[in-house]
């Protein structure tokens, strides 16, 4: 591994300048290490100077009213044991609990993992699926974008020079779950994966597909067709059918696209249906 300069600046403004201040590629964000460290022990990184979000106040989590806010350098085994929020977002709980293992998420960020934005990501399709909005700080101040506009493609994203991401929002607690399929449970990455919400504010259902590239994407043609919190069989059977012809489902490393097309409806009817179950607990 290459040798570089770490700093922990105190403050988001000190850290934005440190971080505006090197030419692309030059200088890095390191929040838990666990994707980045690698980039650098394999070469596919060099900068010259790592800054490091560890002296950050952001690692909070609160419930503003109906509204969750995440902290972006808050490690996900910090977000799982948060009160109640298996209840109030069961797909959120679900998806965290499927990243690694449980040293892996004493390090690893929500932060990190919308920074990586990588195809086979638990967390970004539940993400979508909850309209969880991005607040981000840098040199020209702070602004807030849907998830589904800052993702751009994989490890691509709208953050802008010296940007860095400081919390995500989930505006209400939604009845919801999510699902994904791998080669062995334990130690491998999503092939394929859907997350599933019903809102009770706008009484309408938002699918996400994850595991695929170049990045997750929310489903609206497999949503349409699913009417109010207990969608009938015949609506959960014409979604299947449409999320199954969704031109994400290509063949790469981890999954032909046969495999994917055959394999979706099933993630896709269950996931729909353990959501339900849920909104049925709610209601
Ligand atoms: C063994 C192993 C298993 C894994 N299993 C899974 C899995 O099952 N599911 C899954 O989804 N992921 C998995 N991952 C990927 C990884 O753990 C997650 O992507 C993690 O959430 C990254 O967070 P981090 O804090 O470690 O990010 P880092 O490695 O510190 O950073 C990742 C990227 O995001 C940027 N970044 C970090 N924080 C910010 C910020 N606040 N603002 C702007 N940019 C930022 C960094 O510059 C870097 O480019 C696994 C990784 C490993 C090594």
Request: proline share 9%; with cysteine; net charge positive.
């Amino acid at each position: 591994m290459a040798s570089f300069h770490v700093s922990a600046p105190p403050t988001a403004e000190e850290a934005v300048r440190e971080l505006a201040s090197g030419a692309p590629g030059e200088v890095a964000v390191l929040a838990g290490g666990t994707d980045l460290l690698l980039d650098l022990d394999e070469g596919r990184a060099r900068p010259a100077r790592l800054v490091s979000l560890r002296n950050l106040p952001w690692r909070t989590v609160v419930w503003d009213g109906a509204e969750l806010v995440v902290g972006s350098t808050l490690p996900l085994r910090a977000l799982e044991t948060v009160a109640g929020l298996g209840e109030r977002h069961p797909a959120l709980f679900e998806a965290v609990r499927a990243v690694g293992g449980v040293a892996l998420r004493h390090r690893a960020t929500l932060g990190g993992n919308l920074g990586r934005s990588a195809p086979a990501s638990d967390l970004l399709p539940v993400l979508l699926a909850l309209d969880a909005e991005v607040d981000l700080v840098g040199p020209g101040g702070a602004r807030s974008l849907p998830v589904d506009r800052f993702l751009r493609a994989s490890r691509e994203t709208a953050l802008g020079r010296g940007e860095l991401i400081r919390a995500v929002r989930l505006p209400e607690p939604r009845p919801s779950a999510y699902l994904w399929q791998r080669v062995r449970p334990a130690n491998d990455i999503s092939q394929l994966s859907v997350a599933a919400a019903y809102s009770p504010s706008d009484r309408r259902w938002r699918v996400a597909l994850g595991g695929v590239p170049p990045r997750p994407v929310l489903v609206p043609e497999a949503s349409t067709p699913l009417d109010g919190p207990a969608p009938s069989p015949a609506a959960v059977a014409a979604g299947a059918r449409r999320i199954a012809e969704h031109p994400a489902l290509v063949s790469d490393r981890r999954a032909s696209d046969e495999y994917r097309r055959g394999l979706v409806g099933v993630l896709y009817t269950r996931c729909v249906r353990a959501a339900a179950r849920r909104a049925g607990a709610a209601a």
